[in-house]
């Protein structure tokens, strides 16, 4: 048996319209609510260190990472915390037209320059406290960019200037991005659609996580079904990313 139940062939939606921001267009919903007590959850989860740098990862394709990083990192800017999302998915990058921003410059370029020009690179969004650092021009060689000093040395002056740095990567089992980015940051979240993403598959992530000696924090379910939680969530999160 395959490490994931039969999905759709990769769309483009995401990448073409951005993921839905529930937290900002509807604060005031359930759904905007149990983002709140994720972020709350996150916190939490780590006491006795400072959070400074977060990964958000999946199993596989298609699992919602880049609606729950984006939809967090609203509501911890709403908190007056000074966010930065960095759209570390350099194969599928949806961040800029999440936030309607222009993608012509970079994670890719600040990995390629010889300085880091953080100033025409990372970009305000409408979200007080939040900003975002867009993928860029995709390169060809994703992983291996990653993997440098130069991106160590990045996320130690995006730290220096963000209260919390999130990274939307790709997925885990996919690609070896996440356990790089996951084995340079203070901790990693994955995310795991309800009836869709197999026990064995979320059991491999956190194996392939655990080798590179990633932090992990916790997952969080998404897709979850009313009639499977008592109605607690109401329907938390829906049944696919818009």
């Not at 990448?15 to 972020?39: D, H, N, W, Y």
């Not at 260190?49 to 990083?69: E, Y």
């Not at 993928?135 to 919390?164: A, R």
């Amino acid at each position: 048996m395959g490490l994931f139940k039969k999905e759709k062939s990769l769309d483009q939606a995401s990448m073409k319209e951005g993921v839905g921001l529930i937290t900002l267009t509807e604060p005031t919903s359930v759904i905007a609510e149990q983002f709140r007590t994720v972020r709350t959850n996150i916190q939490f989860s780590s006491i006795d260190q400072k959070l400074r740098s977060v990964v958000f990862t999946s199993a596989g394709p298609l699992q919602g990472k880049s609606t729950v990083s984006a939809n967090v990192a609203v509501t911890w800017a709403d908190q007056g915390v000074d966010v930065l999302l960095v759209d570390a998915d350099m194969r599928r990058p949806t961040v800029h037209q999440t936030f309607q921003v222009p993608n012509k410059r970079g994670l890719t370029s600040l990995l390629t320059e010889e300085t880091f020009d953080l100033t025409n690179t990372i970009q305000k969004t409408p979200v007080d406290h939040l900003f975002v650092l867009p993928c860029g021009v995709v390169p060809p060689n994703p992983s291996e960019l990653l993997n440098t000093k130069k991106m160590d040395k990045l996320i130690q002056e995006l730290t220096k200037h963000f209260d919390l740095v999130i990274f939307d990567v790709p997925p885990v089992i996919s690609v070896t991005d996440a356990q790089i980015l996951a084995s340079k940051v203070d901790g990693t979240i994955l995310v795991v659609p309800q009836g869709i993403v197999e026990k064995g598959s979320v059991a491999k992530s956190k194996e392939l996580l655990e080798v590179v000696h990633a932090r992990i924090l916790g997952t969080i379910m998404n897709r979850v079904k009313a009639e499977n939680t008592g109605g607690y969530y109401g329907g938390y999160y829906g049944t696919e990313d818009k």
